[in-house]
């Protein structure tokens, strides 16, 4: 199972799903154009020194990504999902896909997936933190497949 992010803006998200794959031990892709410098110091802090302990993959596009990106199925994690977490089976080989935290992914993107889930929040809120969906998503994947 594989974590990957779509051209992510905020350095804080992606310093915490470097720690997030480093404990539970996936690799942790990043689709770029990204909205930030990988020297930022945010980015750091919220890593704090698990980068050793992971491995990240930086692509510079969404098409080298697509080419490099392994075996499985590609499951995008979105607000316009068409099954919800709790209804929905992972694969040991499944990638885990995450939007943009200002846009999601475009249309083209949401064609390639082979699945799309949303998580289940009370309807009068928007969505959840980009590094909180991660972490959901990632656990009950992990957990599903042991």
């Not at 098409?63 to 068409?82: I, M, S, W």
């Not at 992914?105 to 998580?119: Q, S």
């Not at 928007?126 to 909180?132: A, D, F, P, T």
Request: contains cysteine; hydrophobic residues 40%; proline residues 7%.
């Amino acid at each position: 199972m594989r974590l990957a992010l779509f051209q992510p803006d905020i350095p804080q998200n992606v310093g915490a799903c470097i720690r997030l794959t480093a404990c539970f031990g996936v690799e942790l892709h990043v689709i770029e154009p990204v909205g930030f410098d990988f020297g930022d110091r945010s980015l750091k802090r919220a890593a704090l020194d698990y980068g050793p302990l992971g491995h990240m993959t930086r692509h510079p596009d969404w098409d080298a990504f697509q080419r490099d990106r392994g075996p499985g199925r590609l499951v995008l994690f979105t607000t316009k999902g068409a099954e919800s977490l709790d209804g929905f089976t992972f694969r040991p080989d499944d990638t885990l896909l995450f939007g943009r935290e200002t846009a999601g992914v475009p249309d083209t993107v949401h064609a390639a997936a082979d699945a799309r889930v949303f998580i289940p929040i009370r309807p009068e809120t928007r969505s959840l933190n980009l590094s909180v969906s991660a972490g959901i998503g990632l656990w009950e994947g992990l957990r599903q497949v042991g």
